[in-house]
């Protein structure tokens, strides 16, 4: 469905049994730059139109990490308010996109996932991941806060966990971790064995009452109907942040690591 080659990719494969596979990649460690934002947002969108679509399970490519986050080369080019908030809306777009596609989408989280990487985690209905699917909120330790994709962290994990994860950006937590505060359902030993779980688990999902699973994706994201507005206007707060001093010295001294 789509295919972005500049700089990564988004690619959908759909499979006999109905299930669309949405796969990002990026050669700086799976990272979403805004083109590839927009990508998923089309994917999702698309997957769920698709009427032979039965579900939809999001993944990235084959990398040590799941996803990094959002780009720091876009984040570094910001010098305005209004390209600051345009930047930091792309994973709320993407977000609202999960939440309002109509069929129901399970991660799969091989490896480690930062900031955004976490947000689209927790966009996801069902979250499988392996061992080495560590998490980390980084966003405070150059200068700004995971507001964008806050609501989604905290809808999953709650109030005191997305606390934790928010204030030690610095602090790796596990996927044992993640798994009981809530943000992963299932978590394996090895990559095969998330494999072959999430092939049983969608196979299963397929076979269910397509209408059934309609209603139950909209219980589960009862009471979210104002993110459209929330998450656009979260954006606004890090996009103001991203042109402080102290965040533009924090991402040189990032970088220099």
Not at 12 to 18: E, F, I, K, R, S
Not at 108 to 118: D, F, N, P, S, T
Not at 224 to 246: K, M, N, P, Q
């Amino acid at each position: 469905m789509n295919d972005i080659t500049q700089q990564g990719y988004v690619r959908t494969q759909l499979t006999a049994d109905g299930i669309a596979h949405i796969e990002f990649f990026h050669p700086n460690h799976n990272s979403l730059p805004s083109l590839l934002l927009q990508g998923l947002v089309d994917a999702f969108a698309a997957a769920g139109q698709e009427p032979a679509v039965k579900a939809v399970v999001l993944r990235s490519a084959e990398h040590k990490t799941f996803c990094s986050g959002a780009s720091f080369d876009e984040l570094v080019a910001i010098r305005d308010l209004e390209t600051g908030h345009a930047f930091f809306s792309g994973f709320g777009r993407v977000i609202n996109a999960m939440r309002q596609c109509p069929k129901i989408i399970v991660g799969r989280i091989h490896g480690k996932a930062v900031g955004g990487g976490v947000g689209l985690a927790a966009g996801t209905d069902y979250c499988l991941a392996s061992q080495y699917a560590s998490v980390r909120l980084s966003e405070l330790a150059v200068g700004f806060g995971p507001f964008v994709i806050g609501p989604a962290v905290e809808r999953k994990v709650g109030t005191s966990a997305f606390s934790q994860m928010a204030l030690n950006p610095d602090e790796w937590q596990t996927a044992a971790w993640a798994k009981d505060k809530g943000l992963f359902q299932e978590s394996f030993d090895t990559v095969e064995q998330l494999d072959a779980y999430l092939l049983h688990f969608t196979q299963k999902l397929a076979s269910y009452h397509p209408e059934a699973l309609l209603e139950l994706k909209k219980i589960f994201w009862q009471g979210t109907e104002h993110w459209d507005t929330l998450l656009y206007e979260r954006a606004a707060i890090s996009g103001r942040l991203a042109l402080s001093d102290f965040t533009r010295n924090a991402i040189e001294s990032f970088k220099k690591k």
